[in-house]
């Protein structure tokens, strides 16, 4: 039964590849920031119509369909693509560039988007044979905090009917198309933000006895937080804090009354990710008072780090095998880029996988989140008919 199913999904995936790729250029044409997916919202909307697929908003621009097969009611499985864009302008050269100035799909949620719709399309035309329910979550605002799964989640997108477990894919541009990639266990890291201010009496840069150097002091904290990681952590648990800005004075000879700092922390587990706050607070209010100045210090928590259930994960692997062929599976390496697809496998059972879109031959191989991110497009047939043998038939 099994075989038979694989082989109208990988024929259906083959035949509806074009239409499919059309979708993703339309999509990748017309980019809208996290929150802000009006457009790309309707055109969900309008293609789930066109299928037949019953379906819900929800956090205003997210968009969950159901598709019911035989016995609904046996199995519930969700499935999830992001609809958000970035504030980069695009720089490729091609005719589905982005109309939207300083708006680009350098994440590739286009493609997620696309390989969904495309396994709705199957799924609903093979219902009657496969059993239960398949949950459709298009969601907003993956790139921008608080994240749209936990505005999702908290409007009851894992109720109603509550799914047994979830998957969701991301493009690799590292990763050959025509190639998978599974991890079991911690998979991507938490993301949080921080924002420090520090003030002081400025003064004369000739005098700065007279002062509360803030940029000294700043300095003094950039190089003193690092020493929370190498000296606090487990070398065996990967985390990495970065100050990523630092703002401060506007002349040469005047020290300024205050500086600004921003940041990142990352981790992979979840008990110190909460016990480095506790510290970088401590450690920034010594140094900073310790010193002469005010502190004022936001952390602002971010996304928790994605566990791939290790049950659901492996079989999701083993599905993929069957599906593609256990060579052109490989094991995802750990990642301290974040994903808040982590709000959902802090609910459920889930697995995050990555779906290989790169070709070195082609000259496919520019990285997320930059100006020339692009795809070979062949990886939309094994996007979407990948998906669809999940839902048909993960247990």
Known sequence: MQDATRTKIKQLAAAYQAEFVSIRHHLHAHPELSYKEFETSKYIQSKLIELGIPFEVKATTGVVGLIKGKNPAKRVIALRADIDALPIKEENDVEYKSTNEGIMHACGHDVHTSCLLGAAKILNELKDEWEGTIKLIFQPGEEKNPGGASLLIKEGVLENPRPSAIFGLHVHPFL???????RSGQVMASADEIYITIKGKGGHAAAPNLTADTILIASQLVVSLQQIISRNNSPFSPS???????????????IPSEVKLMGTFRALDETWRFKAHELIRKQA????????????????????????????TEKARSLAESYMGADKIETTEMRMGAEDFGYYTREIPGCF??????????????????????????AIEIGMGMMAWLGATVS
């Open 240 to 254: 990495v804090l970065s100050i990523t800005s630092f703002q401060g004075g506007y002349t040469t000879n005047v």
């Open 285 to 312: 209010k010594a140094i900073v008072e310790g010193m002469g100045a005010e502190l004022d210090l936001h952390i602002d928590v971010g996304y928790p780090s994605v566990f791939n259930e290790e049950a659901v």
């Open 176 to 182: 050959e198309t025509g190639r998978l990639s599974f």
């Open 353 to 378: 996988y990555r779906l290989g879109t790169g070709n070195i031959a082609k000259g496919i191989s520019a990285g997320v989140h930059t100006p020339v991110f692009n795809i070979d497009e062949n």
